[in-house]
């Protein structure tokens, strides 16, 4: 399936956007559950364009510039609509590195372990400060689902995960200071 194509539809459904405005859109809003490189962006605009998908206006700005500003079509909209419609089975379980090396933490010294723990903790708060700063700034309810419900419900996701992650960073930090090394 190709998810990215979704993504974008997603994206045009709320407006008209060239594909500069959509690379920012992941790296604001969208990057907290879903991320796009400029390499797979634009290849992906061509086949939904062809697909007739989505349709763009070219334009010049400045003297030479030129930009294209995409829509979606009715097509598009459509198949948007029935992707949404469907019914998403548990995707496995994220790959996650500090994880990996927290389970073979009894490879390395005990103090190391702390260290890279401790580290792993300062950048995680760091990141729930942001995502709650967002959520601070977000729009409040309104009464009625539209996008800015939908996006305070992603980012209050993505600020319980960040909160467990913490919780269990300093869970870690605090069986690890209470263990005796082994010799």
């Known amino acids: 399936m190709r998810t990215l194509k979704y993504a974008i539809l997603g994206m045009l459904s709320r407006r008209e956007l060239t594909g500069y405005d959509m690379m920012k859109e992941f790296d604001r809003g969208l990057a907290n559950f879903w991320y796009a490189s400029h ?37 598009g909209m459509a198949d ?35 260290e890279l723990t401790r580290a792993q903790l300062e950048r995680r708060r760091q990141k729930l400060a942001f995502l709650q ?8 309810y309104t009464g009625h689902f539209d996008s800015a419900t939908g996006d305070r419900l992603v980012l ?3 600020v319980m995960r960040e909160s467990a992650m913490v919780q269990w960073l300093e869970h870690c930090i605090e069986t690890l200071e209470h263990c005796e090394s082994e010799g």
């Not at 700063?133 to 409040?140: R, V």
């Open 39 to 75: 390499s797979q962006l634009y290849p992906e605009l061509n086949r939904l364009a062809g697909e007739g998908l989505i349709q763009y206006e070219t334009s010049i700005k400045g003297e030479s510039l030129e930009r294209k500003v995409y829509r979606i079509t009715p097509d």
């Open 80 to 114: 948007l609509r029935q992707w949404l419609e469907q019914d998403e089975p548990l995707p496995p379980t994220p790959k996650d590195v500090f994880r990996l090396r927290m389970y073979f933490g009894d490879n390395i010294s005990r103090s190391r372990l702390l």
């Open 133 to 140: 700063n967002s959520l601070d700034h977000t729009e409040p």
């Open 156 to 158: 209050e996701g993505a």
